[in-house]
Structures are given as structure tokens and as C-alpha cells.
């Protein structure tokens, strides 16, 4: 385990984490898509300051993404609409993941597919590498096979691609889920029976803008997923509503760049966060948030960060581990 819950100093709180069979030093996660394997952030920030990074999703086939524009910046946000680039399993077992075996935190291999046996496929070649030491499942893919629902959205999909990979891993299997929905909570459920050992919520919101000059849609796909501030309590009330569903960790996000945003999750049921679109901002948010969630536990005499998890969710119905 290159992350191992080490505390360092027993006069400092314990900001240590455990997911499944991971354990993380510091309860933060860089979210996928948004820090590459951590080697663009290297020169600007220590990484052995991180609880870890997930990766790119990647899929069982290459992908070049969609047509730019693939960003846009929006009030308190960005509109992104990357179209899962990535080299494909092949390249990417080839080329990359043997350069994250020296990271001095938690690697969790990401997933995307547009089949159940896509995700069984790649989470099975990503998982029996030793550089990642979890996966992630990112499951806001449309299935091929149903005219392109999306599995987090339909319960059925999303507990089929959930048992096909834990079917296939011992290793830590976190499933994302999507906003786009109804019910989060009830796609929480199904995950959870389905194997996952935690839950990160959420993955973007959809959106569009419209370039009123061109009267035509800002990103080249037309739609995309809506990150950053302007989501933040959309994610915090579904970290709320799913914290009081299931008993596995969550890893909350959705617009997190300060330790009180990261304190709004941890408070509602999240027993990690995951900074993404944060980092774009500012490459120290990561930092800033470990050391104000710090000081917020001393203020207050707390000497764990688990024991304040879920505080201000009065029907919580996790496990504070
Ligand atoms: C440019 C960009 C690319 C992303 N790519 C992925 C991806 O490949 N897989 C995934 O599961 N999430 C992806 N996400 C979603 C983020 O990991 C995160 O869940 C979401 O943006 C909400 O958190 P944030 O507001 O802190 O960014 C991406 C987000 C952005 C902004």
C-alpha cells in the first residue's frame, strides 16, 4: 500500500481514512479527469500531501473525444464535454500506468464503458496491476446495447456494471454516480448491494451555454457536465440524501476549493472529498483544505475526522471508520 494510514504525529488529529481496503492518509482525492496522473501538479505541489489521485477514465477501446470547443467557463463553473479521450486499455497497460508505481499517494484506476462486459473487461486488466491500488466506476456512460441510457441513471444498468466489476476485483471498487436523476438515492442502494465498497457523489451536472452572437451552442457537442462552485450544493444534498441509504463511504465532490466546502461534505455523511474542477484555480486547494479541516477539528477539541462525519445528518446511516 503506498498511502498507508500513518499518523505521523499523535498530537495532530487524524485525518485518515479508510475505503474499503484503501486507506488514505488524508481524506482527499483529485478527481478523475481533472489532474491527469498527478505529474502536470508535481512541480506546484507536494503529492505525499494528497490522499490520491484518480486517474482519466479510460475505455476498452481508444477514444479522440468530441469536437472543440470542449470547455467553457461559466458563472461559479465550467461546462466540459471531453468525450472520454484516452488511448484505450492496450496503450494505456503499454504506455502509462507503469509510471504511477512511485506516486506517493493512493492511484485509483478510473473505468468507463458503453456495455456491462466493457466494464467487466477493463476494470479486470486496470485492477490486476500493481501500481492501482483501487478502481473507480464511472458509470455515467450511455449503454450501446439500450439505445444509450445511461448507466447510472437506469437502476438495472447500474447494477449490472456495478456486479460485473466486483465480479472480477478484490481491490477497492468505487462507484460514481450521477446527479442526473430522480432518485440518487436509490441508484446508492443498488450499488451498494451490488458490490461497491464506496460511492463517489457526484459526477457533473448537465448543461449548456449558447454563444448569442454565433446562436449556436458554446461546446462543439452542444450539451456538456457542469463543474465547480455553481454545483457545490446540488453535490452536498446528494451526499446528504445518499449518507442516509447506504453504510459505505462516500467520497463527496462537486465544486469543493476550501476546507469549508470540504467541511459541508464532511458534515453531511462524506467520509472523504475529491477536488477537481478546484484545482484549475488554485494547485494548493488540496493543501489548504487538509490544513482548515485541521483547524476546524482543534477549534472544536475533535481528534478525528471521522467522529464529525455526518454531524449535521441527523438520520446518517453510515459507519464512521
Ligand atoms: C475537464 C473535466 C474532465 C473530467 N473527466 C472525467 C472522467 O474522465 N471521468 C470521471 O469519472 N469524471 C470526470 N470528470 C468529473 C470530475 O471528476 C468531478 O467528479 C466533477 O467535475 C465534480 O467535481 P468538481 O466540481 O470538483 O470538478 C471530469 C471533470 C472535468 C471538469
Given amino acids: 500500500m503506498v498511502n498507508g494510514a500513518v499518523r505521523v504525529d499523535p498530537t495532530e488529529p487524524d485525518l485518515s481514512v479508510r475505503i474499503g481496503r484503501l486507506e488514505l492518509r488524508y481524506p482527499t482525492l483529485m478527481g478523475s479527469g481533472c489532474y491527469g496522473s498527478g505529474e502536470e501538479y508535481a512541480p506546484f505541489i507536494d503529492l505525499s500531501l494528497l490522499g490520491g489521485v484518480v486517474l482519466k477514465s479510460v475505455t476498452r477501446l481508444p477514444r479522440l473525444g468530441n469536437d472543440p470547443p470542449r470547455l467553457a467557463a461559466v458563472p461559479s463553473g465550467m461546462l466540459n464535454a471531453i468525450g472520454l479521450q484516452n488511448p484505450g486499455i492496450d496503450a494505456y497497460l503499454e504506455r502509462d500506468v507503469a509510471k504511477f508505481a512511485d506516486r506517493p499517494c493512493a492511484v485509483i484506476g478510473s473505468v468507463a464503458g458503453f456495455s ?34 445511461t448507466f447510472a441513471c437506469d437502476p438495472e444498468l447500474a447494477e449490472a456494471a456495478t456486479r460485473a466489476a466486483r465480479a472480477v476485483t478484490g481491490k477497492t471498487l468505487i462507484v460514481k454516480l450521477s446527479p442526473n436523476v430522480t432518485d440518487i438515492a436509490r441508484i446508492a442502494r443498488i450499488a451498494e448491494d451490488a458490490g461497491a465498497d464506496a460511492l463517489a457523489v457526484i459526477n457533473t451536472v448537465r448543461g449548456m451555454a449558447i454563444d448569442v452572437e454565433r446562436q449556436r451552442p458554446r461546446l462543439g457537442n452542444g450539451s456538456g457536465g457542469l463543474s465547480g462552485a455553481a454545483i ?66 482543534i477549534a472544536r477539541g475533535k481528534t478525528r475526522l471521522r467522529d464529525i462525519v455526518g454531524a449535521a445528518n441527523p438520520a446518517f446511516a453510515g459507519v464512521r471508520a
Avoid: H, M
Avoid at 120 to 148: F, H, M, Q, W
Avoid at 241 to 267: K, S
Fill in 116 to 149: 456491462v462486459d466493457d466494464y467487466a473487461y477493463v476494470t479486470k486488466r486496470l485492477a490486476a496491476r500493481d501500481e492501482i491500488d483501487a478502481v473507480e466506476l464511472n458509470i455515467s456512460c450511455p449503454n450501446v446495447g439500450t439505445e444509450g441510457e
Fill in 232 to 297: 457545490r450544493p446540488i453535490a452536498v444534498l446528494a451526499v446528504y440524501e445518499v449518507a442516509q441509504a447506504v453504510r459505505i463511504p462516500i467520497v463527496g465532490q462537486g465544486g469543493i476549493e476550501t476546507a469549508r466546502d470540504a467541511l459541508e461534505f464532511f458534515l453531511a455523511g462524506a467520509s472523504a472529498v475529491g477536488i477537481g474542477t478546484g484545482n484549475f484555480t488554485d494547485a494548493q486547494a488540496p493543501v489548504k483544505v487538509v490544513a482548515g479541516v485541521r483547524d476546524y477539528l
